[in-house]
């Protein structure tokens, strides 16, 4: 026993330099970014909404300076990123988008490289130097509960393929979904079951927010859509429910450092605090969308022990071909709504 109380104490205090190192350097960070121009951050959730996270933010951090600038979609932040560091030399201080998105940036050199170890934040958010895990979005199967019962709601995909959804089910006018099964399925299985899904003569929709807007009115019985998007209509009393299928398609959201930022040090020490179980959690509080690597997120708890489904950083590419194939089978089905 005493042996195992002093190996204890033992490794709190080896552990002790680590912690102080750490809170050290962000105090750095904090200090040095206060005398530099305001953070810019590019990210695609409505201000109102970011307003929210920059107010706990700055309850830890009140003279770090940040404005968040709205860019939808991921192709808009790479076309803005692209055209701005080649106009000027610098964009956004901290880029937040897809993982394709921040990967065309990285690959033209537009991204510092962070050793955000040193900042604490967990090793498996960042696949490189240069991303950092933020948030997600989480496919999810949801439908009206009072035209489905539970025990008729999908549970698997092959449930959600059986032709008894025939002219009852919605879907997002882009078929990821299916690509991101791809990633565990195989390209040729996920193909098969969009065909099967085609068959269902989906009704589309531009954004998964309508939508689930149509499932809470019974204009569609079930439909495949994001779980942050299923929120706002189910908290607003819409009678609809949701589940995680027995395999999770998702996109995971990354954040990274642009080269030439004016506040570097704002941009890491953001980061840093939105990879904390504090900054994850006014994130997805805020917004919806939690970090699914973030445990105390209520997203990571939804989808807790289902198989996920997502292609890597890296094979950016690949999943960039198969969205774009897989959207052209999608378009027969007609135009969206």
Do not use: C
Not at 96 to 113: C, N, P, V, W
Request: hydrophobic share 40%; aromatic share 8%.
């Amino acid at each position: 026993m005493k042996k195992l109380i002093a190996a204890t104490f033992g490794l709190a205090f080896a552990l002790a330099p680590l912690v102080s190192a750490h809170a050290q350097s962000l105090a750095d960070l904090a200090k040095t970014a206060e005398g530099k121009p305001t953070v810019t951050w590019y990210e695609s959730s409505p201000s109102e909404q970011i307003d929210k996270v920059l107010a706990a933010f700055h309850r830890k951090y009140p003279s770090v300076k940040v404005r968040h600038t709205r860019l939808v979609g991921g192709n808009e932040l790479a076309v803005r990123g692209v055209q701005e560091m080649q106009a000027r030399g610098y964009t956004g201080d901290l880029l937040t988008g897809g993982a394709d998105h921040i990967s065309q940036l990285k690959g033209r050199g537009y991204m510092e490289a962070v050793n955000w170890a040193q900042l604490g934040v967990p090793k498996a958010y960042t696949p490189n130097p240069e991303m950092v895990a933020t948030t997600a979005s989480v496919y999810v199967a949801l439908w009206n509960s009072r035209k489905v019962s539970d025990a008729e709601s999908p549970k698997t995909w092959e449930d959600v393929l059986n032709p008894k959804w025939t002219n009852r089910v919605g879907s997002w006018v882009r078929a990821a979904a299916f690509a991101q099964l791809a990633a565990t399925e195989g390209p040729d299985s996920a193909k098969r079951s969009l065909e099967r899904f085609i068959k269902l003569k989906p009704m589309l929709f531009k954004s998964t927010f309508p939508l689930a807007q149509a499932v809470g009115s019974g204009e569609v019985d079930m439909g495949i859509g994001f779980y942050h998007s299923t929120l706002p209509p189910m908290n607003a009393g819409a009678p609809i429910k949701m589940r995680a299928l027995d395999i999770v398609p998702m996109h995971i959201i990354y954040s990274g450092v642009s080269k030439n930022a004016r506040n570097p040090e704002g941009a890491k020490l953001l980061m840093a605090w939105l990879s904390t179980d504090e900054g994850a959690l006014a994130y997805e509080s805020a917004t919806g969308r939690g970090n699914p690597l973030a445990a105390k997120t209520k997203t990571a708890q939804f989808i807790a022990g289902k198989k996920t489904s997502e292609w890597p950083p890296e094979k950016a590419d690949e999943l960039g071909a198969l969205n774009e194939y897989y959207n052209k089978m999608l378009e027969a089905v007609g135009s969206a709504r």
